[in-house]
Structures are given as structure tokens and as C-alpha cells.
């Protein structure tokens, strides 16, 4: 069933009194720009798993194939928009005296719909990587060649996006640790909080004394752990909490 309305009205009461608010999202706020989400019914290409194609090993077994499934999402993202969800962030941003947005996604999503303070904690696939000289560059090509080179050194050139097994650059990783210790309030957003050290965030405010609230379609492993969960869409739920006050 969906949010309550008097979670909804305790959650605004939360946000109109918070002086950090750091929001925390994963796929979830992207699904009704329609991206598929990782875990969801609608996460397969080609009958494979986002978490078999993102990693250095399928990279190196057949890197036809992971530029494959890469250009396949670039392609979808081209011709999506940000939905309601996002651009409810946006306002958000606004209206807060302090507000810092840590992502998971690499959708571009939030940075298009407006959000400023954006920690992308897995990178953005409209950046490449050489994999020769490691320069780093925007490409927005909704196509590159099934083996893009790099114009510097002729290398391969990879998305430049964290992929399973990989560690987070420690610089991003480190400025979302402190923004989930210093928050009063984290809005945790469209995540299963199974991906780590995206999901400890949430745990590392909760540590720190924050009010953490959870907006879901369903209830996660952190749901029990957490102030408050909201359960329902993002595009619906985050433009009430802004109504809200
Ligand atoms: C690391 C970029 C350490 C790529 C992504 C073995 C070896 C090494 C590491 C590990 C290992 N075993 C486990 C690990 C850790 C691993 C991990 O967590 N694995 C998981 C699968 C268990 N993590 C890593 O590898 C990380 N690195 O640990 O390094 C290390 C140390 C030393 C040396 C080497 C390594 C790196 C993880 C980063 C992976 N890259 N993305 C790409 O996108 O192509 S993560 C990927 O998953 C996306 O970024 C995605 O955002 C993220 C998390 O998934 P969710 O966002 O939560 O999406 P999901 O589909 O799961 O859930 C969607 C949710 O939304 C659901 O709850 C659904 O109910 C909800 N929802 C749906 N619709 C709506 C909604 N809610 C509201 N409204 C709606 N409309
Ligand atoms: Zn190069």
C-alpha cells in the first residue's frame, strides 16, 4: 500500500527543519524516465544481467560486447528526460540551506534536470576513459565504434563509470562519507541497498544520529533499520514532500 499520509506529513515536518539534508539515489529514481533499473523484471539486455556486463573481466573477455551494452543505454538516455523525481530534487536544492545529492546512477539524469551539488559515486556514461594514457573525456555520442580509440594514444577507450569489483575513486567516496555523517536528515531514493559502499551510506548516517527517510516502490534491507519509509512511487512522492511546505 502506499505512503501514509501522515509519514508524508512527518517526513515534510523532518525536511522544513533540517539544515543538512544529503539524498542518496539509485535506480530507482530514473524508472519512470523509463531506464531500467538494475534488479527490476525490466534489467536484462540481451538476457543478461547489467552485473554480468559492468566489470573489468567481461570488459577484457569481450569489449565488443560490454561497448555494445553500453551504446545500447546510451542510445535509450538520449531520447529520455528527467521525471518529476528529479526535478522535485531540484527545488529542493533550492529551498535547503545545505543539500548535497550522492547518486549511484550514471544516468546524467539528475545533472540535466538541474541538481548542482552532485556526487556521482559510479561515474557517468557520458564520460570515457583511455585505457592506454587514462585520459578522461566527455564523448555525448549516442554511438561510439564497437572499439572506440582514444584520439591522443590509439588505445581502447572504456566507459569511465565504476564497474563491479572496482574500487570508488577515494576522493568521491570520502566527500559522500561526509556528507551522510554530517546530514541531519537523509532521503534515501529508488535503491534495493544492495550495491556496496553505496548502501553503508545510509547505515553511516543513521550512525550519526540523521533521520533517515526511505522513498521505495517496496520495502529494502534497510527498510526495518530506518526513521521513516515511504512507500510508493518517486515521481509522485517527492513532488508531495515539496508541497509539503
Ligand atoms: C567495491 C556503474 C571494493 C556501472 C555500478 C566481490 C569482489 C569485489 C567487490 C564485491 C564482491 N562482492 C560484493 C562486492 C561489492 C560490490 C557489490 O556491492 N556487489 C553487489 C552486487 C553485492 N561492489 C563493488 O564492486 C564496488 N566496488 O566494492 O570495491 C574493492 C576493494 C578493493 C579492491 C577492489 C574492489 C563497485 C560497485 C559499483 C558498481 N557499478 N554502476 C553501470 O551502471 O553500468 S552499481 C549499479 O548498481 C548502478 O549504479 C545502480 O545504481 C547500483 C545500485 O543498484 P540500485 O540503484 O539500488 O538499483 P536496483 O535495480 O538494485 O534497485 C532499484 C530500486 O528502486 C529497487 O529497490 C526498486 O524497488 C526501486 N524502484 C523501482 N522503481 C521505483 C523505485 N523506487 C521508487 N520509485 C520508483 N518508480
Ligand atoms: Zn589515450
Redesign the pocket.
Known sequence: MDAEVQDIERACQWLATTEQLTVLT????S??SGVP????KD?LWRGFR??DL?TPEAFARDPKQVWAF?NWRRQLLASLKPNP?HEALVRLEAKLPQFILVT???DDLHRRAGTRKLIEL??NIWMVRCTGCQTVSRNEDVWLPELPSCDDCGALLR?H????????QPAILKSAVVASRTCQTMLV??????????ASLAIEAKAQGARVIE????P?VHSHHLDLVLQ????VLLPQLLEGW
Do not use: C, D, M
Open positions: 539509485g535506480a530507482g529514481v524508472a519512470e533499473t538494475f534488479r527490476g534489467g547489467a552485473t559492468a553500453y523525481a549511484q546512477n550514471i559510479h561515474g566507459p563509470v565504476v564497474w563491479f569489483g572496482e574500487q570508488l531514493i529508488g535503491t534495493s541497498a544492495i550495491v556496496q559502499p553505496a522513498v521505495n516502490l517496496e529494502t510508493g512511487k518517486a515521481g
